[in-house]
């Protein structure tokens, strides 16, 4: 089972070429852009950067599709609850259930924010390969040993991954049916579970001392530069007018 988020970081696109130090400058604040927006006539503008972003980057639309769908199904979840919960104004009726207008506004806003955030998000760590994105946060600033979870978390999920469907396969065999949950099988999730964070414990110790032994830590390591080049310069510049023009935008349509 495979995780990878760079596995098209060898396209040729502007968004590919641009230095990582400055994408990652600028699409974050980008993404805090999107998030700090809550008045609905900023949407299609918020939609048509990120449309952009995206066909510069000349991802694959199935890329996209694939990463959207696990955090898409769980968030379709809280939007159907949510015109059901939130808001005064009646819109309509199902049995001793209201939809409210307020609600489905905000559930709208939910898909907005969390569509575009999320494609900024798969352009900025798709378009560099993991090592070289993880090497900018270093330039910029991310200590070190904050630098080193994220490789590390990156490295063995994939691994991680292929022991649960090991473990799952082994209990599909041995009779166990998730569709039948009852007490023994909840204890036997939660078994799952336990054994999962002791084999992810023990290996971390394991990748730990053996960096240990190979002189992990003992001088602290420097941080590289990044080229100042004119083309990378002006596109910050303009993602960061964007992300300014968006949050002053929503300012003013809020006051």
């Not at 990463?67 to 009726?93: H, K, N």
């Not at 960096?211 to 590289?224: E, F, Q, S, T, V």
Request: charge should be positive; include cysteine; hydrophobic fraction near 55%.
């Amino acid at each position: 089972m495979k995780f990878w988020l760079d596995e098209y970081a060898t396209l040729d696109s502007p968004l590919h070429r641009w230095e990582p130090c400055y994408k990652l400058i600028a699409l974050l604040t980008l993404i805090f852009a999107f998030a700090f927006v809550t008045n609905l006539w900023l949407i299609p503008a918020m939609v048509l950067v990120t449309g952009v972003i995206f066909a510069m980057s000349r991802l694959p639309l199935g890329f996209l599709i694939s990463r959207l769908r696990y955090p898409g199904a769980f968030l379709l979840m809280i939007v159907l609850i949510v015109p059901f919960l939130s808001g005064q104004t009646a819109l309509f009726a199902i049995g001793p259930l209201t939809m409210h207008t307020e609600g489905v506004l905000l559930a709208i806003m939910i898909i907005a924010r969390f569509s575009t955030i999320l494609t900024v998000s798969l352009v900025l760590f798709g378009t560099s390969p993991f090592l070289h994105t993880v090497r900018a946060m270093y330039t910029l600033g991310l200590p070190g040993i904050l630098t080193d979870m994220v490789l590390f978390f990156y490295r063995y999920l994939s691994d991680l991954a292929e022991s649960l469907a090991t473990m799952q396969r082994a209990m599909r065999l041995r009779g166990f049916q998730l569709q039948r949950l009852n007490q023994q099988n909840l204890g036997q999730l939660a078994a799952l579970a336990g054994t999962m964070l002791i084999r992810s414990q023990e290996q971390s110790e394991r990748v730990y001392h053996a960096m240990l032994l190979r002189g992990y830590g003992k001088a602290p390591r420097p941080r590289d530069g990044f080229d100042l080049r004119s083309n990378d310069a002006l596109a910050l510049y303009g993602i960061l007018m964007i992300a300014a023009t968006i949050v002053s935008a929503n300012i003013v349509l809020t006051t």
